[in-house]
């Protein structure tokens, strides 16, 4: 069997760099190559990647430069299906002062990603990263469950603990089978809430195995993507997990793209 | 035999959604009163829970509360087809469906599985808790290979022990027989039994079948459980189909003198039945030594507690349809007095205070406190404080004397019942400066206001039992004096205690308002916060979640009825203003945050005559369990909600009132529905009624 790959996009920006340090970590939890993909408009100059990469070099052993040139969401797609990533790790190139969702490349990666995408804000500049507490944002749903299975097996590999945050909040319950949401009747919280916990739980164990995973389940309740992000910031989450349908149509998408643009720490997307 | 065709009696469930299992597994339990199974799928799955209670049988660890206790799950199979394990998911499940046929008591299961070689296996199931003997549990296995000839193995597999013996010290024994049988019903040659697996030779086209048989018995029925398990299941196994069939004869019967039948709302009709059907298979009239749980035997939620559920939702159900049911309900309470003897004791009170919680002996079982999945821990108080139990206790017992004229139970335990949770009230009622007595530091119904003075439940409910004690004394009297004598020296009971229970529900604090005709619902409601609900709708989620605790608790949001309850329990003391004054002032003002809400407002809006808003309520109290949105079952069917429901279409659409000499009606049919009848039995007679023609007798109790 080959070696997982981790595909890192630069395309010769500052900002780009700030994937690096994420990639780099992720790569060594998941025993995986370092791929990355320097895509220009043009030819680059000789030597040009590896001056742009310039301090980050001596850090990143092991490491595989694809210079390449054209446009860049194409080509990294190209390359993506090329080497079959595990995961594609690359900056927003956005932020929340902006405005914008992602960057044009970004988005591109995202909506056609044959694996799941960490996108990590420029911010962070390429400052040390590790990956302590997971945040996985769970509706109740069975296909938000679709970030379970990558988040535990990362908190697995990683040794980090998975936080799983269900937000309840005004409005009709979902209305895919086999969801489960806050209990509506709380007849005796005595009772229900050990029961609710312990399903939750159950379901999630259900859906990727939780072995020896260190899990804890938050309940919470207003704004989603407001709630999510409050957490992650008071629990000093590394990375957020979100399953994405694929879609950016309202309601749920809402909270996708709230905490998408304002999470401090780097977001993996998942396709549901 | 086959599964009930008629939709309006069946529950069915097309394919497979693994997230739904849990929730599947408590709706299509199967029992009888003495033994619950859950659904559970035979071969397993990634989220089966399988499960089998038997009722009354707890286990308690040291330090926790006791949980009814889980015996050996006696419902798994595993079978392969030329060594191939049969299993959903794996190959191609061409059809599979479950039933849950309420009308013959059995859990059907009906699948077409294609294996990665092509072979077509066609399996039926059929799974019961016999209603006719209630220490068997049947299980029968059809299987056909369609399209192949070749070897079957299956294992009818008992994972637990056969024998087991809780931390309390009960025995439980199962027993398994089980027989093999070809086409044409002989026991087949080609079997080999070795450790309870069955290997046969399939001819293509022919249906082999797998009877099995498990008798259950502990110790706490008979000395010698195992022996007594083993005889019965050996004999049993001899005649499959006579066990089958008393097993239909019994829900028949059943159903005689318990469906609902609706014509025009084939949702409400199979709520209904839904509700009556788990109703049955949680009661069983032989024992008097158990109660039904919040869940019934469903689920291992609420740990298998009885709370008021029992006497205030589930009860008038029994009283009405089956009371020889209901009265092993009432001598549960009458079996665990002394337990309530000791707990108003404790707390420096005299007479009978109920647990909030109870299992096997009626000793206060209620969690002290819950660590809620946000993190904080919360204080229950329920256990001291939601007093009112004792009250709903004794409403039970008035409601069954009043309905059957059971003079042997009234004399020997319901008027000790009704006698000892008076003599607490007197107690537990403090004379104050006002002149008024007060009861103080309650819950009410309404869980979301602790700690709280003069619940106007608690307190209603406390006057109308210190009345009805008072004039039970005086009925014993009058018509069974020698008996009375012996009561009241048993009891101590002083000659002038029912004049002081009179006098103290007389002058009982009751925060009636004369002017506006409304109950306060405690010291101070009227003062709190006002939040408009309307905004919060819809939600997935109870308001106390939304809101947090302590503005809840500061606020007029109510957790379900509670002046309203006490309007719908002392209908005919409330004159027609003051119970629609009150509905309409808290109606608004609840949340619902108990499932046992929606169908009280449902019960009380359509005696209003609001039968639009009554049979929306009916349809959420319906939902609870039935609809696929939120997982709500998951843990076990909510058993009170359902003999809520059944009230609201027998008391509120149907308008059986049964407050007079003989039983009248008045039709409150919502819109959809064009009829509704029920039969009941009333003081020794049959009755019928059909709505909206009327009341009929049809004979006398058998």
Sequence with gaps: ?272 | MAPTVDPGWIIVEEGFTLTREHELESLFTIGNGYAGSRGSLEEGSELSAPATFVAGVYASEPGSVPCIALVADWTRLSATIEGNPLRLGQGDDLEHRRILDMRQGILWREWRHQDGAGRITRMRTLRLASLADRHLLVQCVTITPENYSGSLSINGILTGPVAQVTINGITIAMEVASRVMDHAGHRTRAIELIDGRHNVELTMGKTYRLDRIVALHTSRDTTEPHDKARGHAERAIEDMAGVIGEHCDAWRARWKTSDVPVDGDPAAQRALRFAVYHLVTAANPLDDRVSIGARGLTGTAYKGHIFWDTDIFMLPFFILTYPEAARALLMYRYHTLAAARAKAARLGHRGAFYAWESAENGEEVTPPFVIAPDGEVIRIFTGEQEQHISADVAFGVWKYWEATADEHFLVEAGAEILIETARFWASRAAHEEDGRYHIRGVIGPDEYHETVDDNAYTNGLAQWNLEVAAQVVRLLTERWPTECRALSRRLALEPDEPRRWLRVARDLYTGFDEQTGLFEQFQGYFELEEIDLAPFTPRNAPMDVLLGRERIQRSKIIKQPDVVMLVHLLWERMPPEVRRVNFSYYEPRCGHGSSLSPAIHALVAARLGDTALAERYFRQAAEIDLADNMGNAAAGIHIGSLGGLWQAAVFGFGGLSLSGEKPEHNSNLPRSWHSVSVRFYWRGRRYELVVPEGIKEIGHNP
Excluded at chain 1, 16 to 41: N, R, T
Excluded at chain 1, 129 to 148: F, N
Aim: glycine letters at 6%.
């Design chain 1, 1 to 272: 069997m080959s070696q997982p790959v981790v595909l890192v996009p630069l395309d010769g920006s500052e900002q780009a760099l700030s994937a690096l340090p994420v990639a780099k970590v992720l790569s060594e939890i998941e025993s995986a190559a370092l791929h990355i993909v320097y895509v220009g408009e043009h030819e680059p100059a000789v030597d040009e990647p590896g001056v742009r990469l310039g301090r980050e070099v001596p850090v990143l052993e092991g490491y595989t430069i694809d210079a390449r040139v054209g446009a860049p969401a194409a080509v990294i797609l190209q390359v993506a299906a090329e080497i079959k990533p595990r995961l594609i790790t690359m900056c927003k190139h956005s932020s929340p002062e902006d405005g914008k969702l992602l960057g044009r490349t970004a988005m591109k990666v995202l909506q056609n990603a044959p694996c799941p995408v960490v996108l990590v804000p420029p911010e962070r500049a390429a400052t040390p990263w590790r990956l302590h507490h997971i945040l996985v944002p769970h509706d109740g749903t069975p296909s938000t469950s679709a970030a379970l299975p990558p988040a535990a097996d990362l908190a697995q590999r990683g040794r980090a603990e998975l936080l799983v945050a269900h937000i309840t909040n005004i409005g009709a319950a979902p209305a895919e089978s086999g969801s489960f949401t806050t209990p509506f009747y709380v007849d005796q919280p005595q009772h229900e809430w050990p029961a609710w916990t312990s399903e939750f739980v159950r379901r999630l164990a259900c859906v990727c195995p939780l072995g020896h995973l260190h899990v804890r389940l938050f309940l919470a309740h207003g704004n989603p993507a407001a709630e999510v992000l409050r957490l992650s910031k008071r629990q000093s989450t590394d990375l957020i997990v979100l399953a994405w349908r694929g879609t950016w149509e309202a309601p749920r998408a809402a909270v996708f793209k709230g905490i998408l643009r304002e999470a401090q720490c780097p977001t993996m997307v998942v396709r549901a």
